[in-house]
Structures are given as structure tokens and as C-alpha cells.
């Protein structure tokens, strides 16, 4: 089994059943606007994304701005993106139960290639009394055949709770959680979500001895100047409506839903990412989009090994999080990179004239 892509797909959902205080979509008052649309089904979805339509076997994100398992059609999109050989992670907070217990009812053979990325809102969790509820969910997950990893928002306020973090951690699920690094998305250069010193927030973080968030912390605000080869190796999805762009902080170029018979675009990003830095660089670059840049698998970033041997990611999990995208995408020539860079000036031109529109039916449609 190689892996070809990594698609990172929106789920149209705002909403959440918790009100997590480092929450952007909290900040911002949009929790509560309404119910996710999508205007194609499930069953029509996962055809768009064969394996033949995409080049080959595929590491799929889904991911809502609020709660990515409250839409009742999650676990049928879920089934039909695993029933096309994919590999799918859910970013979930680990609280709908009965969605986890409609999932855990998949063939076995699907559930072998599905990973749950459980974010650990321990203060939520605590002041709901939900901590059982949350480990159960894992547990389930994990006993149905699932992959999983938890990872936990490294919040000022819960600096106090640490040690009760970790041990609860270790006791319910046999290691400690993984840890992200937090940034303040309300703000254009999304400085770290902290009032510490940066010096300050890695000492009181590096407990955790967390690859992810050694990793995240030192390529925080890092702009890569290499070609980058997201949007021939990734796209970024949006659920709803097919929308699709190489990756978050590109313009959109196309449409992966309308006509399942139109060729998808796949183009780098090359040497104009208008991102600050590479803010989710734990996917993108351990996967390997800048293929010079030195960096962890992200089985590395996910997985931790138990204090009886065994290990949150799956084997087949493991082994498909361990690889490196550009191994199976060909590496461009110097010659090449510079004729792209040539031609991308008209290519920007029609991408934005593309996302324009695009935009602008939707205000349309609104009113």
C-alpha cells in the first residue's frame, strides 16, 4: 500500500457541544449558526473520490469548525470515503456517543484504515463531568479495530492541571496525550495562543514530551522558502459543496463535486504560500509536501506506545502515516520549477478570477 495524497476535507459545521474557551469559532460568536448543508450525498461523494479519480490511495482529514460529528449524515460520509480504500482520519471531541456507536458498526476491513483524532478538552470535559463518557468513546473506537490519538490544547488555564492531565491520561488510555501549540487565529500573524514568554511555554509544555508539539513549536511562525508541492500532493475539500484549493491559505481553483468526470487540477503551491507559516505544517510537511525539509512521519506525530507495548495507530495505520507523499509523486526538475514559476503569474490571474466568482454566487445565493 502506498500513499498518493493527503486530502484535508471541511465539514460545514459550526456548532459544538462545547464551549471551549481557546475555540476561534467561540471567540468569534459562531457556535451556534445552524445546521451543515451539503448538496451531494454521501454515496455520490465517495465516487468523487475513487482512488482511480485521485491518482491512488489517499490520507483523508475531515475536519468541522465546530463539532465534525454532529451532521447525522458524518458516519455515511465516513463509510463511503473508507469504502473507497482510503485512509481516514475525524477530528472529533470525543462526545457523541451515538455516533460512535452507529461507526463502530462498520465491516471490520473498513474500520482497519479509520483513525480518530480525539481532542482532549480536559476543562470542558471536568466541569461537564464527561471524562468517562469521552474515555468510553476512545475505548470503543480502539476495541472496534480503530486507530486513534488524543490530543490536548496546551491552554494557560490549564497549566495547574498537568499532572492530573497526565496521569489520567495514563491510566485510562497507557500513555501520556499528545499536545498541539496553540495559536491565536484572531490575529493575522497567529502568534502563540499564550501569555507566557515562548521560553516559558515550551518548558512548561515539554512535559508531555510530545513529538508534535516539539515539532510544531520549531517551525512556529517559520516561513518555508522551498517549493512546496501541496496541491499536487493535497487538496483541501470543502464537504459541502466540492470546493477545492492545494491547500488552507490558497485561493480556490475548482470544483472536485460538480462533474465526476472532469480531471481534478493538481498543482503546487510552489514559492507562493500566503500563509505566514506553514500553521498545520504537522500534517503538511511531516508528510513530506517539501520534500529537503527535515521533519517527523506523522505517525511520529499521532502515535504513542503503551505501557503494556501496544500502540494507539493500527499497523496498517501506522504504516500509511509513516510515509512521505512526494515518494510517490514525481519530484520536478529545476527546469521544470522555473517554467511553472514562469506561467504562474496567468495561472494566479485565472485562479483568482475563479475564486472570485465563486465567492460572489454565494452572496448571491444568501440573499
Known amino acids: 500500500m502506498k500513499i498518493k495524497r493527503l486530502l484535508v476535507i471541511n465539514v460545514p459545521i459550526k456548532n459544538c457541544n462545547l464551549s471551549c474557551e481557546y475555540c476561534y469559532i467561540s471567540a468569534l460568536n459562531e457556535s451556534k449558526k445552524g445546521c451543515a448543508k451539503f448538496n451531494y450525498s454521501p454515496e455520490y461523494v465517495g465516487k468523487c473520490l475513487s482512488e482511480e479519480r485521485l491518482g491512488g490511495t489517499c490520507i483523508v482529514n475531515l475536519t468541522g469548525g465546530g463539532e465534525t ?4 449524515e458524518m458516519p455515511q460520509y465516513i463509510y463511503q470515503i473508507l469504502k473507497q480504500g482510503h485512509y481516514l482520519e475525524v477530528v472529533t471531541n470525543g462526545t457523541l456517543t451515538n455516533r460512535f456507536d452507529e461507526i463502530a458498526q462498520f465491516p471490520k476491513e473498513l ?4 483513525e480518530f ?7 470542558e470535559l471536568k466541569e461537564r463531568g464527561w471524562f468517562d463518557k469521552f474515555f468510553e468513546n476512545v475505548k470503543k473506537m480502539r476495541d472496534s479495530g480503530c ?18 492531565i497526565i496521569g489520567l491520561c495514563q491510566r485510562e488510555l497507557g500513555a501520556t496525550c499528545q499536545i498541539t501549540v496553540g495559536r491565536n487565529d484572531l490575529k493575522k500573524d497567529k502568534d502563540l495562543l499564550t501569555t507566557l514568554t515562548r521560553e516559558e511555554y515550551e518548558k512548561t509544555w515539554s512535559v508531555f514530551n510530545s513529538d508534535m508539539f516539539n515539532f510544531k513549536l520549531d517551525i512556529f511562525k517559520k516561513k518555508v522558502t522551498d517549493f512546496c508541492y501541496a496541491g499536487l500532493c493535497s487538496l483541501y475539500v470543502d464537504l459541502g459543496t466540492g470546493s477545492a484549493k492545494p491547500c488552507y491559505g490558497q485561493l480556490s481553483n475548482q470544483n472536485i463535486f460538480e462533474n465526476i468526470h472532469k480531471k481534478i487540477i493538481f498543482e503546487p503551491v510552489g514559492k507562493h504560500c500566503r500563509q505566514p507559516y506553514c500553521y498545520n505544517g504537522h500534517a503538511f510537511l511531516s508528510l513530506g509536501v517539501v ?4 521533519a517527523p512521519t506523522y505517525s511520529d506525530i499521532r502515535n504513542r506506545t503503551c505501557q503494556d507495548g501496544t500502540e494507539w495507530l493500527k499497523p496498517s495505520v501506522k504504516e500509511a502515516f509513516s510515509q512521505k507523499l512526494i515518494d510517490e509523486n514525481d519530484e520536478w526538475t529545476n ?18 478570477i475563479y475564486d472570485w466568482k465563486e465567492i460572489y454566487e454565494k452572496v448571491l445565493k444568501r440573499r
Open 147 to 164: 486507530s486513534f490519538t488524543i490530543e490536548l490544547m496546551p491552554y494557560d488555564k490549564l497549566i495547574p492541571e498537568i499532572t492530573n
Open 111 to 114: 474500520l482497519e484504515r479509520l
Open 117 to 123: 483524532k480525539f481532542s482532549f478538552h480536559y476543562l
Open 335 to 352: 527546469m521544470k520549477k522555473v517554467c511553472y514559476e514562469l506561467a504562474y503569474p496567468i495561472k494566479f490571474l485565472k485562479t483568482a
Open 69 to 72: 460529528l454532529i451532521p447525522k
Open 291 to 294: 520534500p529537503n525539509f527535515k
